[in-house]
Each structure stands twice: as structure tokens, then as C-alpha cells.
């Protein structure tokens, strides 16, 4: 295949990708339709087919996109500071690595346009798992939570498989889904008519507060 030509098939592929998560996001995977998701994406069905084979195929397909993206994103961050867990690290040096990364996580889900396009396919999985539960739970939570949870460990001076520091590390995860899939109740809430670089500090700035408390930081 040919440069120009590769370009035009991978423009394609994403193409059917946005129309995909947008059709999964909106109905469940046994609602939406491969006609229905082509016809979005101004592709033929055979195309569909070509790219991704099943719609279970394409359904994995939003889910490794999605995974690739976030690991694009956070995984320096998570490296560095898995990195300085296994140089058995400070209480405050966790402290600031849990920050770097609730901070970082905070600008991907809130703080991204892309994000938009699939917040609702990923809240749909965590709803009503699918076909595509597994590749987030494995590839996207659970590492997520996990490098979390040994930073609250390690803040906090307890052993990492206490599990206050689990219980920890998904109320801080998920405290930012009330300015993600929440997003119209947490404007409303503040008052806000968007979440920009001066909202999003704001956030960013409680979340190091929330940090602190959970380790005992000043």
C-alpha cells in the first residue's frame, strides 16, 4: 500500500472508530448496529468489515483505542513514580507522585475535548460490562488503582495490600468522575459555564488538599 494510500485507509479506520464510540456510548453493544455505525462513518459495510471483521471486533477495537490513548498520556508519569516505590521512597516523595498523577489524570478526563467522544462508551462498560470490560479493567483501572494505591500506602506508612489504601485510591479516582460523566451537574453545582485552564487548576488544587489529608501532608 502505497503512502497516500495508507493515510486514506487509516483516516477510514479512524473515522469508524468515532463513529463507533459515539453509536456504543449512545446504545448498548447489543443495540447498535454495524449498518447504523457505517452509514455514520460514510463507509460502506464491507469496509467496516475489512477494518474490524465482527462488531464484537470493532466494539474491542473503541476499547484498545481508548487504552492507547490513556497509556500515551499517563504512562511516564505511573513509570516514574513506580519507580520511586521500588527505591523505597519517602512519605513525601509519594505524596508528590500521587499529585503528578491525579493531576495529570485530572487534565485527560476533564481537561481533554477528546475525552468527550468516549466518556460515554466507558461509562456504559462500567454500568453494563461488555465485550470490552476486560481490556479496561486489565489495561486501564486496574494498573490505575493499583500504582495509586501504593502511593497511599507509602504516604500513609501502612503495608500496600492494606485495603485502605484500595478503598483510598478508588474514592480519589473516582471523585473525578463528577466533572467528567458528571460534568453538567458539577457546572451547575459551581456555577461554571465550562471547565478551562482556571477551573481545572481549581480542581487540581483540591486534589492535592485531598492528598494531603489522605497522607498526612502539610
Known sequence: MSGNGY??????RQRILAAALEAFGSSSFSEATTRQIADAARVSLPVLQYHFGS??????????AIVERYREHMAPIATRAREALRSNGTAAAARKHLKVIAGALAGF???????????????????E????FDILYESLWKPGVEVTARLIARARGIPEK??????????????LLAFQSGRKISLRV?????IGPKE????????????DAI????
Open 7 to 12: 493515510r486514506k485507509s487509516e483516516e477510514t
Open 190 to 194: 459551581m456555577q461554571w459555564s465550562k
Open 109 to 127: 478526563l476533564i481537561g481533554s475535548n477528546e475525552v468527550k467522544h468516549w466518556a460515554h462508551f466507558v461509562g456504559r462498560e462500567l454500568r
Open 215 to 218: 497522607g498526612g501532608g502539610a
Open 129 to 132: 460490562p461488555g465485550p470490552a
Open 162 to 175: 492494606d485495603p485502605a489504601a484500595r478503598i483510598h485510591a478508588l474514592l480519589l479516582i473516582s471523585s
Open 200 to 211: 481545572l487548576a481549581m480542581i487540581r488544587s483540591a486534589l492535592d488538599a485531598q492528598i
Open 55 to 64: 462488531k464484537e471486533g470493532l466494539y474491542r477495537a473503541c476499547a484498545e
